[in-house]
């Protein structure tokens, strides 16, 4: 089972502190909108507890996320 949680940004507001602390390892493979530069999904594995650059943010889980990203807004491609 995925324990991840999702979070969307701006694109123009996500830092390289948010990219550290996400599972992700760079801003290249983030997912994009489709416009490709307003919003992104960044996802985080919460076992060590939720980072403090993303403490007071919304996020999802898969099963939450999933729906929101099969929407036309986003990309197909699932990270």
């Given at each position: 089972?995925?324990?991840?949680?999702?979070?969307i940004?701006?694109?123009?507001?996500?830092?390289?502190?948010?990219?550290?602390?996400?599972?992700?390892?760079?801003?290249?493979?983030?997912?994009?909108?489709?416009?490709?530069?307003?919003?992104?999904?960044?996802?985080?594995?919460p076992?060590?507890?939720?980072?403090?650059?993303?403490?007071g943010?919304?996020?999802?889980?898969?099963?939450?996320?999933?729906?929101?990203?099969?929407?036309?807004?986003?990309?197909?491609?699932?990270?």
């Open positions: 089972m995925n324990n991840l949680k999702y979070m940004f701006n694109y123009s507001a996500v830092t390289d502190e948010m990219i550290g602390a996400s599972s992700e390892s760079s801003r290249d493979t983030l997912r994009h909108s489709v416009s490709g530069t307003d919003k992104v999904l960044l996802k985080y594995d076992s060590g507890g939720i980072p403090s650059v993303f403490e943010e919304t996020t999802y889980t898969q099963e939450e996320i999933g729906p929101i990203l099969g929407t036309s807004v986003w990309s197909k491609s699932f990270p």
